[in-house]
């Protein structure tokens, strides 16, 4: 008897702990109290008024998350701050 896979193995990357995102972020609806007490018991050690998310990028040395790093770099982008150049 043979027995042979067919498919490729899924191989799935070692999670990665980075900082919480910096972005300072309010829930509407709710006040700071509100973010603090509702964080404060669902993810212990992290800055409420932050992002909860796991940041991704660093910019200017801050970690963000991918959503508020494009934010930021939309801005930066449309002020003119990024210039484009060519890929190497
Ligand atoms: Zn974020």
Avoid: F, N
Avoid at 56 to 73: F, S
């Amino acid at each position: 008897m043979t027995i042979r896979p067919l498919k490729q193995p899924v191989i799935r990357p070692e999670p990665v702990a980075t900082p919480q995102c910096s972005m300072i972020v309010y829930t509407v609806g709710h006040d700071a109290a509100w973010r603090a007490k509702w964080y404060g018991e669902r993810r212990p050690g992290t800055d409420p008024k932050r992002c909860q998310h796991d940041s991704h990028v660093t910019i200017d040395g801050k970690p963000y998350c991918r959503r508020h790093a494009g934010g930021l770099a939309l801005d930066r982008w449309l002020k003119g701050e990024l210039v484009e150049r060519a890929a190497p």
